[in-house]
């Protein structure tokens, strides 16, 4: 029927061949209205060809692919990528100018300017200030704030009087002015993008992003003023004025404020839901930025207050990343849609007024926008100097050319060319603007942004000194080792032995990032290597050559700091405000030289906040707490009556009502209608309460005596009876007065009736309490968390002194300086623990939970990846971990400490060992000692160990010898940078074990810092309690592996720092055991059953190389057989793999093979939370190791 439809029509057509040209077109357009229709009818019946589809989804999707293939293909390549995005959609604008019209081209150009600001500006500005580091931004709030006010409002004028001046299309004073006011802004991400990465430095980026945000905020709010005065008649102008300056400045960041404490709280209470903390700042940010716009105020600015106040920590741990990824994205996409946009609205808006005369224009206005820029720079220079961080002309040159035009100078260009023309110069005027507006924007982006690294290059901001050199080197020499030691493993693998090494090492050798010159080159390798032997030496540079290796290493300190503390919060340690905390205050050292952090720059941050305390003090006076025990019952029996009825709860009720009730007519006197009509009821009704309170009162004296007036609320209630009794006397007695003065006194009689209503603060006093101690534990669980959080971050810090340090003397003095800090921060902690020892015993509660449940979770994450445990069950476990996790939240902040009893059946080489715990407390004592006492002094006998109970002492002497011998010591001691041992030990550490147990003098003297109380256990006690228990595994035995582990965690952490070895040694807890070798005994090590061995104790010889190790250290892999050389020498050793120590167990008794078949259901039992075996997991994990190490292989 179809094809039969069309013969038809073209059969007709045929005939008329010889009919006038006007029959021709007349039937041409039947035939396609016939076509037409003909398409319609196969549409509706077969549904295949699609009719219409929306082609702007097409052109955004389009414009996303093409911006991806152009970062992708350009990435070499110096010219901007949304230039060419612009080129790209003129080229489709220009298109449209031809016969083929485009329909979609047409609606982007006619877009309105109000959807543009709302769609892509919120994403710009939350960008930007999120991005922006907080602590620098306060600091240099000057010296924004005049750049973006002040110094924005000069650019306006230069620049609008010199369009004024210069300009041949006849533009008015308004329009300059506009068209000055939208060339001032710049592009807060455009501007800092071509000089983040260059090597600039962070407080002068900065300040550009800084300046270029709030200028932005400066330019809709002057833009929307002026535009509003020049347009429309005002009557009240300062009024208006002063209001839309208060809504867009102060209610602004008001409500920004007011948002980013929602976003906070709510963020709070999500817990490990990445994809609702995502989509919260998201829809935030945008509505936000609506509401604001909505009621008048600015929505850049309370964007800018939003992105200012919340940073990563203030999202779930682990989530940074993604967020700075996600938000990178949607600017990629928005600033890809706005040059798009831009393009395809200059080439069907602005190009009709494109000529000759428009290109001396174009260029004219690009050197006048950065001239204009230099001379306001210029004249401001001075202040900016004297505050902040200072200023130099260096960054004033690259704060002027890197003032890059882009989404605000657009939007306000367009928002002019899309209102409504009266005449045809008024459009044409409109898309001048706009042109010059959108050249002046791609200008400043080809040429200023593809140079602006050029600049900084030749004004040396961005030089690579000396010690930057130096520490890529170390850096590039560690890499450089690391992959040499994998070539050595590797090369022993059976698969890879034939691979072409040569080639392979040629594949991966890495060039240094930084290009020298030969001369530089030699320098630097004369600075670090021998020239004769190419061995490492020490670099005797000048002082001023230590002074700047020496700054550059504080920094790397203080960017290890900040990743030790990020560490911390992404494994639940620290919570999120003292994380912010100890984040900004590192990040406030940058620019103070020659500054470490330190604890008492620190205490700052919570010593502000003690003012609760003393407000809790003043309440607590006035809490109504009378208790009945508390008086004896009168002889009389009218005061006994007086005395049960008061004392009852019914009359407090009783007492709480008449004060509710009095109100009512206490507000009807102050308001003057029912004043007059009710008098005398009123009056009245003062009569009543007043009897009523006064029978209280004497209710009350009867009831408690003399003891009646030292109660405040007593002495309140006696004020008030005195009150109303004079203001009744008053109002009677002198009503017929109608003196001035005695009006006004009965005027004030009655107010001060109000005085009864406060009676009811009684209710409120104790749940003000209540609100003022939960917030006090916050604040000093808040207090501990920091003083925690920086001694873990100097450990951290210091295990990488040596990576960092380029040269000898600056690693001695960062040591020193590490330490002392630590020390100072160790004995904040315990003062605090001393002062407020339930709070902390709840933070160390909390955090213990947190560990394990770290542990758990990594546990489970290896399981899932190894393939153990399904994805489900995997799921469903870390479901439950979760839960447990969130359940941390419900813990209280406050926990009794233990008892002495409880602190010993806790200690690790004792617990649940019911024998052992008994024997122990039977010879224990509990010692108590004042400030200042010695409890041992440095070179005496140990007379036992001390687990401290409760106070803090300090240990003072020389640095521990680990067994190694007096003479060989010195000469170690030589090569320290520090030879003196401090520290601070608080409630739950034991002293003198290790002493103990090699029946050595003390190193260290303990001196009391506080009151301690301490549970002593005598050496022959001890002693006697090692012959006792001598089953394996021995008591003797578990303690020796108690200090075994801790030295060996330390070790680890010095010489590994990059590994999470607290993880790794509960992994391997069940693989590890203590080996003993005698003097002059061989032993052989990692005979393959052995992953790692640490000498604990004592010394050691390598049997092949002849090389002596001394404890602490972890032996090379290299050495495979040693011999004692000390009295007393201990190794630790990791075993491969749990199988691999179960084939040393096969020919073990019965009754061991019995412990193993238990052991495992206990293992599962702890869990799933099941109690299936009564031994602990910690204790049967030291009778593993026990069972584990009874067969060593020690040669004589």
Avoid at 736 to 760: D, E, H, Q, W
Wanted: proline letters at 3%; a positive charge; glycine letters at 6%.
């Amino acid at each position: 029927m179809g094809f039969s439809y069309f013969a038809e029509a073209e059969g007709s057509r045929k005939t008329r061949g010889d009919l006038n040209r006007s029959d021709e077109g007349r039937c041409r357009r039947e035939y396609i209205s016939m076509r037409l229709a003909h398409d319609d009818v196969y549409y509706d019946i077969y549904h295949l060809i699609a009719k219409e589809r929306p082609m702007i989804v097409l052109v955004v999707f389009v414009s996303f692919l093409l911006g991806a293939l152009l970062r992708t293909v350009l990435k070499e390549v110096k010219i901007p990528i949304l230039v060419i995005i612009c080129l790209v959609g003129t080229g489709i604008g220009t298109i449209a100018h031809f016969p083929a019209q485009i329909p979609v081209v047409k609606t982007i150009a006619d877009m309105d300017p109000i959807l543009f600001l709302h769609l892509f500006t919120p994403v710009i500005v939350f960008t930007a200030a999120f991005e922006m580091d907080f602590y620098i931004f306060r600091k240099s709030f000057w010296q924004v704030l005049i750049l973006a006010v002040p110094g924005f409002l000069m650019n306006c004028a230069f620049l609008g009087w010199l369009t004024y001046r210069i300009n041949k299309y006849k533009w008015s004073w308004d329009d300059s002015m506009l068209f000055g006011i939208i060339l001032s802004t710049t592009d807060p991400i455009l501007s800092v993008t071509p000089v983040r990465n260059i090597g600039l430095s962070k407080i002068a980026v900065s300040l550009i992003k800084a300046e270029s945000l709030f200028n932005d905020a400066t330019t809709v709010i002057i833009f929307e003023l002026y535009r509003d005065l020049s347009k429309q008649k005002h009557d009240e102008l300062i009024k208006e004025i002063f209001i839309k300056l208060i809504l867009k400045f102060f209610a602004s960041t008001a409500l920004g404020y007011f948002a980013s404490r929602i976003v906070s709280y709510w963020l709070q209470h999500i817990f490990n839901d990445g994809v609702v903390e995502i989509v919260l700042s998201f829809s935030m940010a945008y509505v936000i930025f609506f509401i604001a716009e909505w009621l008048g105020m600015s929505g850049v600015i309370a964007i800018c207050i939003l992105g200012l106040l919340l940073d990563t920590v203030s999202f779930s741990p682990g989530l940074d990343i993604f967020l700075y990824k996600f938000w990178s994205l949607l600017t990629f996409l928005a600033h890809i849609m706005i040059f798009l946009i831009t393009g395809i609205v200059l080439a069907q808006k602005a190009f009709p007024c494109f000529d000759s005369h428009a290109i001396f224009f174009i260029i004219t206005v690009y050197l006048s926008l950065n001239v204009t820029r230099a001379l306001v720079v210029f004249v401001l220079s001075p202040f900016l100097s004297r505050l902040g961080y200072g200023f130099n002309w260096r960054w004033g040159a690259v704060l002027i050319w890197s003032g890059i035009r882009g989404t605000f100078t657009l939007n306000m260009a367009l928002g002019i060319s899309q209102t409504k023309s009266k005449t045809y110069n008024e459009l044409e005027i409109k898309n001048t603007l706009l042109l010059h507006s959108g050249t002046a924007s791609l200008l400043t982006l080809m040429i200023n942004s593809s140079t602006v690294k050029r600049l900084v290059t030749t004004l040396g901001l961005c030089n690579i000194t000396l010690p930057k050199r130096m520490a890529m080197h170390n850096a590039v020499q560690r890499i450089r080792q690391m992959e040499a030691n994998a070539f050595a493993m590797l090369k022993l693998d059976r698969f890879l032995a034939d691979a072409n090494w040569t080639m392979a090492e040629e594949a991966i050798k890495i060039d240094y990032p930084y290009k020298l010159d030969s001369e530089e080159v030699d320098q630097l390798i004369k600075s670090l290597r021998c020239p004769e032997c190419n061995a490492n030496v020490t670099f005797e540079g000048s002082s001023q050559q230590i002074a700047d290796i020496m700054e550059e290493a504080r920094l790397r300190l203080l960017t290890a700091q900040i990743a030790s503390y990020q560490k911390q919060y992404n494994s639940g340690m620290l919570n999120q405000d003292a994380a912010q905390t100890l984040i900004g205050a590192a990040e406030s050292y940058v620019d103070i030289e020659g500054k470490f952090m330190n604890i008492h720059e620190v205490k700052t941050y919570w010593e502000s906040k003690g003012v609760l305390v003393k407000l809790k003090k003043l309440l607590s006076d006035w809490v109504y707490s009378v208790k009945e025990e508390t008086f004896k019952p009168p002889k009389s029996k009218f005061l006994r009556m007086c005395h049960y009825i008061v004392f009852m709860d019914e009359f407090e009720y009783i007492s709480t009502m008449m004060t509710f009730l009095n109100c009512v007519p206490i507000v009807l006197h102050f308001i003057p209608k029912y004043s007059t009509t009710f008098f005398k009821v009123l009056k009245r009704c003062n009569y009543y309460y007043l009897a009523l309170y006064i029978l209280e009162a004497l209710f009350k004296a009867f009831a408690m005596g003399r003891s009646y007036i030292f109660y405040h609320w007593n002495q309140f209630d006696l004020i008030i009876i005195v009150v109303g009794v004079v203001d009744v006397m008053i109002t009677s007695f002198f009503k017929t007065l109608s003196r001035p003065y005695m009006i006004g006194t009965i005027r004030i009689f009655r107010f001060i009736r109000v005085l009864r209503i406060l009676r009811l603060f009684k209710l409120v006093i104790p749940r003000t309490i209540y609100l003022l101690d939960k917030q006090i534990n916050k604040q000093l669980t808040f207090r501990y968390d920091i003083a925690k959080g920086y001694v873990q971050g100097e450990e951290d810090t210091n295990c990488l002194i040596g990576q960092i340090a380029g040269h000898e003397r600056v690693y001695q003095e960062i040591h020193r300086i590490l330490e002392t800090n630590k020390q100072e921060a160790m004995k904040e902690l315990g003062l605090m623990q001393r002062d407020y020892p339930e709070i902390v015993t709840g933070v160390k509660t909390k955090q213990a939970v947190q560990t394990v449940l770290n542990t758990a979770s990594e546990t489970l994450k290896f399981m899932i990846s190894g393939g153990i445990v399904d994805k489900t069950e995997g799921g469903e476990l870390h479901k439950m971990i979760l839960i447990k996790k969130q359940q941390l939240a419900s813990l209280p902040s406050k926990i009794a400490p233990p008892t002495a009893q409880e602190l010993l059946r806790n200690v690790i080489w004792l617990q649940n060992d019911r024998k052992q715990v008994e024997f122990i407390q039977k010879k224990a004592k509990i010692l108590y000692y004042d400030y200042g006492d010695m409890i041992c002094e440095e070179g005496e006998l140990p007379q036992g160990i001390h687990l401290i109970v409760s106070g803090m002492i300090k240990l003072s002497g020389s640095i521990p010898r680990y067994g190694v011998s007096k003479e060989a010591f010195k000469e170690i001691c030589t090569r320290l940078p520090i030879t003196s041992y401090t520290d601070y030990l608080v409630a739950g550490a034991i002293i003198g074990e290790l002493n103990c147990l090699t029946k050595q003098e003390m190193e260290y003297g303990v001196t009391c810092e506080t009151a301690v109380q301490t549970c002593f256990i005598s050496i022959d006690d001890l002693l006697e309690a090692f012959d006792k228990f001598l089953e394996p595994p021995s008591l003797e035995y578990k303690i020796w592996l108690k200090l075994a582990l801790d030295i060996a965690l330390k070790t680890f952490k010095e010489n590994l720092p990059y590994q999470d070895w607290n993880y790794k040694m509960c992994v391997q807890l069940s693989n590890i055991y203590l080996l003993d070798v005698p003097n002059h005994t061989k032993c052989d090590i990692y005979d393959g059953s052995m992953d790692e061995v640490i000498l604990v104790h004592g010394t050691v010889l390598d049997c092949q190389l002849g090389q002596r190790y001394y404890a602490p250290f972890l032996l090379p892999k290299t050495c495979h057989q040693v011999q004692g050389t000390a009295t007393s020498t201990k190794l630790l050793v990791i075993r491969t793999s749990e199988q691999g120590a179960q084939k040393n167990l096969a020919s073990t008794s019965s009754s061991e093979v019995h412990y193993h078949s238990a052991r495992r259901p206990a293992a599962l039992g702890h869990i799933f939370g099941m109690n299936l075996s009564s031994p602990s997991t910690i204790s049967s994990d030291l009778e593993y190791t026990y069972l584990s190490s009874k067969k060593p292989k020690v040669k004589k």
